[in-house]
């Protein structure tokens, strides 16, 4: 199935940057957690740089907390690094659930389908593909992405006894996380209640075989504490993988 582009620039993208990121209070005591920087700039650019290149251009911003950090920031961006981005900001809420501040932001999206991510994640995902899956899917509304991550400590077995038989560290864990990276039919959105997150109707949708998952075999980084963020710039220093746009 071949996706129009036009199609795609109508399809808007909505992200979750309203969270507090308390793990990493060093970097989000003045500001929220997709604006700490990765390679002098802010890590909510290099997650739409990755849906620019795949054509997809109509972000809805969810502001919660610091959200007058993203407004000033976008205000006085001195050096353009968002003005290749349509950019709709949507007051949602200091202490909303990701649940609330989609259905706050519903307002805002006029398609049938709406891509939707978190803030804080990168990959080298390939968003075409993902949108080809779904498509392909009958009867679901809502389609995640799972990729399988290192576990970031070392998994030992053992004799009844205690004695250890092996010591694993950084292989990949068996089962897949949830890497966000969604695509939702609006009809999505009547599952949702202003106190949940967005997950909470995986489990009941998958009963009826009305959630999709795609599995993507790539790489994927996110930043829940200050070590993810210094390993992703370290990573982008040498060979950024989720950087997929030419400069």
Not at 72 to 92: C, Q, V, W
Not at 97 to 106: D, F, I, S, V
Not at 163 to 169: A, G, M, Q, R
């Amino acid at each position: 199935m071949k996706i129009n582009m036009n199609e795609k620039k109508n399809i808007p993208v909505v992200l979750f940057v309203g969270g507090t990121g308390s793990r990493i209070r060093e970097e989000t005591a003045s500001k929220p957690k997709p604006m700490v920087e990765v390679g002098e700039a802010p890590l909510l650019w290099h997650v739409m740089k990755i849906y620019k290149h795949y054509g997809f251009n109509k972000f809805i911003l969810t502001l919660g907390y610091k959200g007058e950090y993203i407004r000033n920031f976008l205000a006085k961006d001195k050096r353009g690094l968002f003005s290749e981005f349509e950019i709709i900001l949507a007051e949602t809420g200091e202490n909303t659930k990701t649940g609330g501040r989609l259905l706050k932001a519903a307002k805002y999206i006029k398609n049938d389908i709406f891509l939707c991510t978190y803030g804080d994640g990168v990959s080298d995902i390939n968003l075409d593909r993902l949108l080809k899956h779904h498509y392909g899917l009958k009867n679901v509304i809502g389609t995640i992405t799972g990729v399988n991550v290192p576990h970031k400590f070392g998994i030992i077995s053992h004799t009844k006894k205690g004695i250890l038989k092996n010591y694993k560290k950084g292989h990949l864990m068996k089962e897949p996380i949830n890497a966000g990276f969604m695509v939702l039919n609006k009809s999505y959105l009547k599952y949702l209640k202003k106190d949940c997150e967005v997950e909470e109707p995986f489990n009941k949708l998958a009963e009826t075989g009305k959630m999709g998952v795609y599995f993507h075999k790539g790489n994927f980084g996110a930043i829940d504490t200050y070590k993810d963020l210094e390993d992703l710039n370290k990573i982008w220093v040498s060979k950024p993988f989720w950087k997929v746009w030419k400069d």
